[in-house]
């Protein structure tokens, strides 16, 4: 029982671990289309050459790919705790039910039979 507790309390911090990872990625996004943003509003500089923005334009690209894929594998993660939880929960449920049983079946054996009793004491 002390090792299904423990194991709840691994896989509860396992997805707490999980949704701050996800809330990192989820800033480090805001941050990057923040800065797109900016880039955008601020007056152009000299054009660079095509070459430079195209290379930036699929490190972006690259970068955003990256991000989803994370986060797609983080979402994987998550439903696969999700599932040992629940079969976990399964596990403890068919415990529970064996439990319930042993105890019916206890209670429904008959008493065992009462111990002879002593032969009394004779005074010689």
Known sequence: MLLLLLLLLLLLLLLLLLLLLLLLLL????LLLLLLLLLLLLPPPPPPPPLLLLLLLLLLLLLLLLLLLLLLLLLLLLLLLLLLLLLLLLLLLLLLLLLLLLLLL???????????PPPPFTVT
Do not use: A, D, F, S
């Open 27 to 30: 800033l480090l996004l805001l």
């Open 106 to 116: 206890l209670l429904l054996l008959p008493p065992p039979p009462p111990p002879p």
